[in-house]
């Protein structure tokens, strides 16, 4: 697999162009917005408002990369993956995807908009695994059904050929074959994420959102289960879309990384220069939380505390999202115009009326 780590990636100046995508970019999402209607009375519903989840964002992925999106919990990380694979349906925007036809030729689809029978062929090329193991596992099924399940809706192969690509699938994620006809708890945790990624696997996906697929495991199983991901990715070719809230984890797996305050994408870049040079005074506060194995350098750095909380995604501040508590806020400023996501240097992508590199380790 080619290595994406270090290639350039230019986003779209304007992002709500056709769907006519570069030969090597798999998803681009255009201005996706999600809300959820707040609505009262009992007889006549009607709405009074709307939760603003997502707002106006746009990025795009390359074949074989890894694209981290991280930010704290609320802030439409998971609203944004959900949306995106239309599990959730968006209400605007386009999300162009370019999969493998049935005559075995790159098709672009929207998939904002696509119909049912064109959802059914985009749904074999773009899988999720859950956060939870133990919740999105039927306990009912044993760990082959489950497996096979994908399979079985496809019409794929006779009963014997499914049970062997079940078999296949559980070696490929470092399990036994002989747990095939076990149920889900007699797994640990760990184990029943890679069922979960084996029966994410079972159709040969090319895009995949990993939803905090380690979050709700020990940390001792977690560095376990981001390699099974990392030789994954190079055994298929696989596309990651990889949610954490963990920014160790994310600078590990991920090529580029995302960061999103309560709804809107704040900065872009790849992950050396986000780690290294961040720009916006949120990814600062984030980058200074991370704890550094070197007690002398843990000491004596500075800690960006924020003040106050996150304000409701019903109703967000005017300007910039962050201006309530952002520490460079500027009255008049902030608080009265939104800053536009523009790319500062090349690949770095910005939305801050004053952005400013700042060294947090």
Not at 33 to 40: S, Y
Not at 113 to 136: E, G, L, N, W
């Amino acid at each position: 697999m080619t290595d994406t780590k270090n290639d350039p990636v230019v986003e779209p100046s304007d992002p709500a162009d056709t769907s006519d995508l570069p030969d090597d970019v798999i998803l681009r999402v255009n201005h996706l917005v999600k809300e959820f209607p707040i609505t009262k009375g009992v007889f006549f519903r009607k709405q009074v408002g709307a939760v603003q989840a997502v707002s106006d964002i746009s990025f795009q992925i390359k074949k074989g990369e890894t694209l981290g999106l991280v930010g704290e919990s609320g802030c439409g990380k998971s609203t944004t993956a959900r949306s995106v694979l239309r599990l959730l349906q968006p209400t605007s925007g386009d999300v162009w995807f370019r999969m493998e036809s049935e005559s075995g030729e790159d098709e672009i689809v929207n998939v904002a908009t696509a119909k049912k029978d064109v959802m059914r062929q985009v749904r074999r090329d773009m899988q999720i695994v859950f956060q939870d193991p133990y919740a999105s596992l039927n306990p009912r099924m044993t760990v082959a059904s489950i497996i096979a399940e994908p399979l079985l809706v496809y019409g794929e192969g006779t009963k014997q050929e499914r049970l062997e690509k079940v078999k296949e699938l559980l070696r490929v994620v470092g399990l036994s074959p002989e747990h095939a006809n076990r149920y889900p708890h007699e797994f640990s945790g760990g184990q029943r994420q890679r069922i979960g990624v084996a029966r994410a696997l079972s159709l040969n996906p090319s895009f995949m959102v990993l939803d905090e697929p380690v979050s709700a495991l020990d940390v001792s199983i977690q560095a376990q289960v981001l390699n099974l991901m990392d030789d994954l990715q190079d055994e298929f070719g696989l596309t990651y879309l990889f949610i954490a809230h963990d920014l160790s984890v994310v600078r590990h797996i991920s090529d580029r990384v995302a960061v999103m305050y309560l709804g809107k994408m704040v900065e872009m870049a790849d992950r050396s220069s986000l780690y290294d040079r961040p720009m916006h005074p949120y990814t600062h506060a984030l980058m200074s939380a991370v704890p550094i194995p070197d007690p002398e350098i843990e000491l004596n750095r500075e800690r960006i505390l924020l003040e106050g909380d996150i304000p409701s995604p019903t109703n967000p501040p005017p300007g910039c999202r962050f201006n309530t508590r952002c520490p460079k806020a500027e009255a008049g400023i902030c608080d009265v115009d939104e800053p536009e996501f523009r790319e500062l240097e090349p690949g770095h992508w910005v939305a801050c009326h004053f952005p400013e590199v700042q060294q947090v380790y």
